[in-house]
């Protein structure tokens, strides 16, 4: 068997883009070689420069010219990301921005059935029929009409410790780019970002744009863990209902997606009622469950009668969640991490037990899933439904797997593009107890 012609980082060579991959990544083969190139699109031929050699396994490359391109090329939304510049001085945060938005979601749909099939065990029938027909990422209110700009509602900005440069960093480094613009923010953060501005006794800057309060930024100094500013309290509004949430705390950065979870939630809730498998009075949670955002969402489809105790670690968000869910008489926020709160409940009187066997637990995971752990747990206390909110499509699908040898079953299946321009995405599973 003929040796692959060895590569090293610099090497530029011409590559056929056959897939896609997980972490925003096309799939490409050099003389047999795996090769995941950034800034290319599957169908295109591309010239591409070596950033990471893995000795056999596999190589890393960034485009540098297309030799074949795509219809669904286009000019990047981020000037600094363009292929105009060398590699290592393209801004990162926007590895989808040379995609149409309707080929980036079928690429995002791509890669959740690919995890699903290879991590999840299911298959393309199964995926079809938990997906409804097809399985699809789908787009939220705006996006479309505004090309999928201006829709973060939180960003953080780096600054270069010797020149004081303020800027994000670039794609898979440490390196602060200089921008002009910040094309996925929102129009008061682009406004108010200090791009043109040295701070050099800062760290970073977090800028924030809450829906129904005035936008903030918040600085790391050296040596300081907390940013100035971080648990002050700010308002959101969804769908009429206002949270209030630390300014410095978890929330959804699209403008959209408090909403669009919340509604997604919500409305496999009250398909779980409609269905009879929703029992209000059972020992219902909500994990990692920040300001009580999806809580909220299980009390409008269940109705006031709901008992539900949301389990945070973050001890703000409790109390947020306290504040936010207080009209909810069967609700209670409970400071923990999620492990430990359901250890205690794995040990807990049968009665306790009996009652979280009768329960729906919805859970909303940091990008690493739930794990096998959490998972476990889960399975030995045998929630009779599990809805998931998942940011990873691998994440998912390990947990998905380990549900089904837990002995339940994946329902149904949707998925939000609720990053635009980046591979990130958010899916809602819900599972039933066999």
């Known amino acids: 068997m003929t040796e692959p012609t060895p590569l090293a980082v610099g090497d530029e060579i011409e590559l056929d883009i056959t897939g896609i991959a997980h972490g925003g990544v096309t799939v490409a083969r050099h003389e047999g070689r795996v090769v995941f190139v950034a800034d290319a699109i599957p169908g295109e031929r591309v010239r ?7 000795k056999k396994s596999f190589a890393r490359a960034a485009t540098v010219s ?16 363009a292929l105009s510049r060398n ?10 921005g040379h995609i149409a938005l309707t080929r980036q979601r079928a690429l995002k749909a791509e890669v959740l059935a690919d995890a699903l099939r290879r991590f999840g065990g299911l298959t393309d029938a199964e995926i079809a029929v938990v997906a409804g027909g097809s399985l699809e990422v789908e787009a939220v209110p705006g996006d479309d009409e505004a090309n999928g700009l201006g829709y973060r509602t939180r960003v953080r900005l ?7 440069l303020v800027g994000p960093y670039a794609s898979r480094s440490r390196q602060v780019i ?4 910040l094309p996925l923010a929102a129009e008061s953060i682009e406004l108010s970002a200090p791009l043109s501005e040295a701070m050099p006794d800062v760290v970073t800057v977090d800028l924030i744009a809450p829906s129904a309060d005035d936008s903030r930024m918040l600085v790391t100094l050296p040596g300081e863990k907390k940013r100035a500013g971080e648990n002050d309290r700010v308002a959101e509004s969804v769908g009429g209902r206002e949270f209030l949430v630390r300014a410095g705390g978890f929330w959804q950065v699209h403008r959209e997606a408090p909403l669009t979870l919340f ?15 929703f029992d209000t009075s059972a020992a219902n949670l909500d994990l990692y469950g920040g300001a009580g955002l999806l809580a909220a969402a299980m009390a409008e489809a269940a109705g006031p009668t709901l008992k539900v105790t949301t389990v945070e670690s973050d001890p703000g968000a409790t109390d947020d969640a306290a504040e936010n869910l207080q009209e909810l008489v069967g609700g209670l926020a409970v400071t923990a991490r999620v492990d430990r709160h359901l250890a205690d409940l ?10 979280l066997r009768r329960a729906t637990v919805v859970l909303d995971p940091p990008r690493s899933g739930a794990g096998g752990g959490v998972v476990a747990q889960l399975g030995e206390l045998a929630p009779a439904n599990i809805v998931y909110v998942a940011c990873d499509p691998v994440a998912l699908a390990r947990d998905t797997a380990t549900l089904r040898e837990l002995g339940y079953r994946l329902a149904s299946l949707r998925a939000f593009d609720l990053f635009p321009h980046t591979h990130h995405f958010e899916s809602l599973a819900v599972f039933h107890r066999v």
């Open 48 to 54: 591409a420069r070596v950033t990471e050699v893995r």
């Open 66 to 81: 297309v030799i074949e391109e795509s219809a669904d090329r286009r000019p990047h939304i981020w000037a600094e990301a």
């Open 87 to 96: 590699p290592e001085h393209r801004v990162g945060g926007a590895e989808f």
């Open 158 to 164: 780096h600054v270069d410790p010797e020149t004081g």
């Open 178 to 181: 200089r921008v002009r613009s």
């Open 263 to 277: 509604t997604a939630v919500r409305d496999a809730i009250h398909q779980l009622v409609d269905e009879g498998r």
């Open 346 to 355: 794995v040990k807990g009187a049968p009665t306790v037990r009996q009652r």
